[in-house]
C-alpha cells in the first residue's frame, strides 16, 4: 500500500464543488503535487507546491493542505473534469517520491 | 516548448532486462531531476525514480535492487534499465520532467512535463 492515501471514488454533480484528499505523514512536512489523468493518455500537472497551476489549468483547480492532508478542490465541476487524480509527495523518509493510489472522479 | 519521447522495445522476455530511452526536445536538461514514472494494466502510477541531470539518482525503494537510471545530456536523453523483469513488470512507461522549488525551507517537486508514454509487455 501507498504511504499517501486516497479515497478510490468520488462523486460530484455538474457545477457543484468537490475535494478531494490525500493523507500521509510526509505531507506535514513537503507540498504535494496532483495530477489528472484521463483514459489512455498521460498525467496532466494541475496543482503543485502552496497551490499553484501550471499555465493552461482552470482557476476552479485549487490546491491547499493542512497537517497531514493534502486536498485539491474543483470549484464548479465540468464533466471534462471527469478522470483519475494522483497525488505525488516526497515519502517519510524524504528521500524518494510516492503517489497516491488515485481518486476516479465521477461528474454526474 | 519542451516534449519527451520515450523509446524501446514492447516486448520483452521473463528474466531479462528492460531498457527504455527518454529524449528531450526543444530545451535543456539542465537545473531539472528527470523521472521515470510506471502504470501497470488497470492500476495506478507508480515513481521507478529519478536522476538530476549531474547524474546524482534516486530510486523507489521497492525497485532499488533492480533499477539504473542514467542520463546522456550530450544527447539530451535520459534512460533506464530494469533488470530480471517479470510478468509484474507489464506496464505503460512514462518519462517526465521534474522541477524543484522551495518555499519556507522546504523543497518540493513536481513532474510537469510527460512523455506519451510506451507499453511494455513481459513475455515468458
Known amino acids: 500500500s501507498s504511504e499517501l492515501t486516497q479515497d478510490p471514488a468520488v462523486s460530484v454533480a455538474l457545477g457543484q464543488t468537490v475535494r478531494i484528499t490525500c493523507q500521509g505523514d510526509?505531507?506535514?512536512?513537503?507540498?504535494a503535487s496532483w495530477y489528472q489523468q484521463k483514459p489512455g493518455q498521460a498525467p496532466v500537472l494541475v496543482n503543485y507546491?502552496?497551490?499553484n497551476r501550471p499555465s493552461g489549468i482552470p482557476d476552479r483547480f485549487s490546491g491547499s493542505s493542512s497537517g497531514n492532508t493534502a486536498s485539491l478542490t474543483i470549484t464548479g465541476a465540468q464533466a471534462e473534469d471527469e478522470a483519475d487524480y494522483y497525488c505525488?509527495?516526497?515519502?517519510?523518509?524524504?528521500?524518494?517520491?510516492?503517489f497516491g493510489g488515485g481518486t476516479k472522479l465521477t461528474v454526474l | 516548448q519542451v516534449q519527451l519521447q520515450e523509446s524501446g522495445p514492447g516486448l520483452v522476455k521473463s528474466s531479462e532486462t528492460l531498457s527504455l530511452t527518454c529524449t528531450v526536445s526543444g530545451g535543456s536538461m539542465s537545473s531539472y531531476y528527470w523521472s521515470w514514472i510506471r502504470q501497470p494494466p488497470g492500476k495506478g502510477l507508480e515513481w521507478i525514480g529519478y536522476i538530476y541531470y549531474s547524474g546524482t539518482t534516486s530510486y523507489n525503494p521497492s525497485l532499488k535492487s533492480r533499477v539504473t537510471i542514467t542520463v546522456d545530456t550530450s544527447k539530451n536523453q535520459f534512460s533506464v534499465n530494469l533488470s530480471s523483469v517479470t510478468a509484474a513488470d507489464t506496464a505503460v512507461y512514462f518519462c517526465?520532467?521534474?522541477?524543484?522549488?522551495?518555499?519556507?525551507?522546504?523543497?518540493?517537486?513536481?513532474?510537469?512535463?510527460w512523455g506519451k508514454g510506451t507499453t511494455v509487455t513481459v513475455s515468458s
Open positions: 507546491g502552496k497551490n
Open positions: 517526465a520532467r521534474v522541477p524543484y522549488s522551495s518555499l519556507n525551507g522546504f523543497y518540493y517537486y513536481y513532474m510537469d512535463v
Open positions: 505525488n509527495s516526497r515519502d517519510r523518509s524524504g528521500s524518494h517520491l510516492v
Open positions: 510526509s505531507l506535514g512536512s513537503y507540498y
